[in-house]
């Protein structure tokens, strides 16, 4: 049974990486293991984290604040039910998780989107933005005006202001973001409640919006706390722990984490917290895919933000359990280290992709929420022929099907690379081959890896798999500690579906701190109509986000989306369906098919909505 009675705690208290450091820097200031998986996001999380063996009176870290009774009680005329909603982190101890979004090593999403308010959001069925802590947002030519809501408070009571905001923006500068592509400075507009951006140019509205609505943008910047970090590096901020006094600018606040779980209580500061009939939420550490699937199946859990589950395994989940699938934009690939002597080479990045059929790995790794992409190139498949138009028939499709195996050979003798033994290997005597990563406890991709290295091994490479607890696993893609393996090939979520995000993305890689190690600059690939073409990939994507007409636009995407699908900085394979889990036993939430499920992720939208009430 999901809820539980407890003390109530009264507490008086984002898709961001660094290009800044060296890899090896950021490794061994903030450790190798328990880093965030996203998805793009964020979201994207469905793989385990480091486990915790300590027993049940593990160490707590509290934020401020004393405790209450347990009576239902009335706030600001909303009755508040003494109920929790449970459900699950899987990055890791919550005792070695933080909440600063920009320390992306051991940051957890799962509580930092409770805590922290997004400024707006991205409806997959409407195809519409929601305003969240904003109240208006208006682009006039160079000029973008972001007006909060007047009754947007952090949970000290005070107002959320343009400082704050300002301080944020700020900060992002220092970590590279995507929003200063094309913001030139930063500024507080008439009042405390408008923040004004300047930009290099008139820019794309549609990059704009979804840089602000990007799921990973939480409004986290207390001024106080944060105002230290505006005259330090970027190293300094990605150092800084966020724990104990959290401020809170979302519906919950901290009230403590042990190394069982993440205690969130009620912000009756929250400019929507009388949508919130419920007193708080638990996360319970959970490792991996199994553990969260058995804590829907035993009722442990109410709701689970994302986890693939397979179909014998939903048919087994109780009545109560409600499925929400979301387009991810996202989904499973390959990742090479461009360094690589082998993997570095265009050709064998090309004799790879014409080895693994997409289809049988689909079909291997879960049909029901899984599609292959049809062509191989920086945008979502179910983009790919809007944004591509006439030229969609040119992009080289790499077999979706089928294992094009005498491309693939003709590929890698051109490259200097012969088969003796039945095993590929170059004129120097390397085998061509290696150990080939996936991250342990993400148990659809668990299956993909092993059809993708059966396929690759059938046919002459040398390939053993090593699984990796998640943080481990980004680790040493930060480090750059690899050949090749799996990885996702998209950031995921709303901004996946305007390419400039996702083509920018597979460059920059953010989430592994540029680890794959693509050069910058000029690029030469075959050209579309023959011969060559030379460009600069990140210098064009840059150029999108500055664009308005549509017509250019498709074609600066189109131009980079070639590249991509010669170059392959990363190897898109497979998108999928989100699956997303609430129950109805104790919990009203809207019906199957509504619109308002359609923003990721239900469990956390829903709450700010009062869609997502506890049963009276």
């Known amino acids: 049974m999901g809820v539980v009675c407890y003390q109530y705690v009264m507490s008086d208290s984002t898709g961001r990486f660094s290009d800044l450091i060296s890899r090896r820097s950021f490794v061994e200031l903030t450790g190798a293991t328990g880093i965030a998986a996203l998805a793009g996001c964020s979201g994207a999380s469905t793989g385990g984290g480091t486990t915790d063996d300590g027993g049940s009176n593990g160490d707590t870290t509290g934020s401020n604040g004393g405790e ?5 009680s009335e706030t600001r005329g909303a009755t508040v039910l003494d109920k929790k909603m449970v459900g699950a982190t899987n990055n890791g101890v919550p005792t070695n998780l933080h909440l600063n979004p920009e320390a992306t090593q051991n940051y957890d999403p799962r509580a930092g989107n409770f805590v922290f308010e997004r400024f707006a959001a991205y409806n997959f069925s409407t195809g519409e933005f929601e305003l969240a802590a904003l109240d208006s947002w208006s682009i006039d030519g160079q000029t973008v005006t972001l007006t909060l809501r007047d009754d947007l408070l952090w949970d000290t009571g005070e107002d959320v202001t343009a400082r704050d905001v300002l301080t944020q923006f700020r900060l992002m500068k220092k970590m590279n973001t995507s929003l200063w592509d094309f913001t030139e400075s930063v500024e507080r507009g008439e009042d405390d409640k408008t923040v004004v951006l300047n930009l290099k140019r008139p820019s794309n509205p549609e990059v704009i919006k979804h840089t602000l609505a990007n799921g990973s943008l939480r409004l986290f910047a207390y001024h106080p706390t944060f105002e230290r970090f505006l005259d330090k590096d970027a190293e300094a901020l990605q150092q800084f722990k966020y724990e104990g006094d959290v401020v809170a600018s979302g519906p919950f606040s901290v009230a403590s984490k042990s190394k069982q779980s993440w205690e969130l209580t009620r912000n009756p500061e929250y400019y929507g917290a009388d949508n919130v009939n ?8 959970r490792a991996d895919n199994t553990a969260l699937q058995q804590g829907l199946m035993g009722r442990e859990l109410d709701f689970v933000t994302s986890l693939f589950a397979p179909p014998k395994i939903v048919n087994n989940f109780p009545d109560s359990v409600e499925e ?24 064998v990045r090309q004799a790879v992709a014409h080895v693994i059929n997409r289809q049988q790995v689909v079909e291997n790794a879960g049909p029901r929420t899984k599609a292959p992409a049809p062509k191989v190139t920086g945008i979502a498949p179910d ?7 006439d030229a969609y028939d040119t992009f080289e499709s790499y077999g979706m099907a089928a294992s094009q195996t005498d491309k693939a050979a003709s590929l890698l003798r051109e490259a200097g690379y012969s088969k003796e033994d039945g095993t590929w290997t170059h004129s120097s005597g390397r085998t061509l081959g290696g150990t080939y990563y996936t991250p342990a406890g993400w148990t659809d991709w668990t299956t993909a890896t092993n059809t993708v290295v059966d396929q690759l091994n059938a046919f002459g490479f040398d390939f053993e798999i090593s699984q990796k607890p998640t943080g481990d696993f980004f680790g040493g893609y930060i480090e750059s500690n690899f050949k090749i393996g799996a990885f996702y090939w998209m950031p995921g979520g709303a901004r996946s579906s305007f390419p400039y995000f996702p083509l920018r993305w597979q460059l ?6 540029g680890g794959h190690n693509f050069p910058e600059g000029e690029q030469t690939v075959p050209g579309m109509d023959g011969g060559e073409t030379t460009i600069d990939p ?79």
């Not at 699938?325 to 989904?331: E, H, L, N, V």
């Not at 983009?383 to 138009?389: A, H, K």
């Open 538 to 616: 990140l210098s064009v994507v840059q150029e999108i986000s500055t664009t308005q007409d549509r017509a250019a636009t498709e074609e600066l995407i189109k131009r980079v989306a070639w590249h991509h699908n010669q170059n392959l900085p990363v190897l898109g394979l497979v998108a999928k369906f989100e699956q997303s889990w609430l129950t109805t036993d104790e919990w009203d939430v809207p019906a199957e098919g509504s619109d308002d499920r359609a923003i990721k992720w239900p469990s956390e939208w829903l709450p700010r909505q009062g869609q997502l009430t506890a049963e009276r």
């Open 324 to 347: 929400v699938t979301i387009s991810a934009k996202w989904g499973y690939g390959v990742l090479f280290n461009h360094d690589d002597p082998d993997f570095g080479k265009r050709n």
């Open 278 to 285: 419920f007193a708080g939420i638990s996360l319970l550490s």
């Open 508 to 513: 920059t890689n953010p989430d592994i701190d």
């Open 68 to 72: 209450t009774g347990g009576d239902d």
């Open 383 to 389: 983009d790919q022929e809007s944004w591509l138009g």
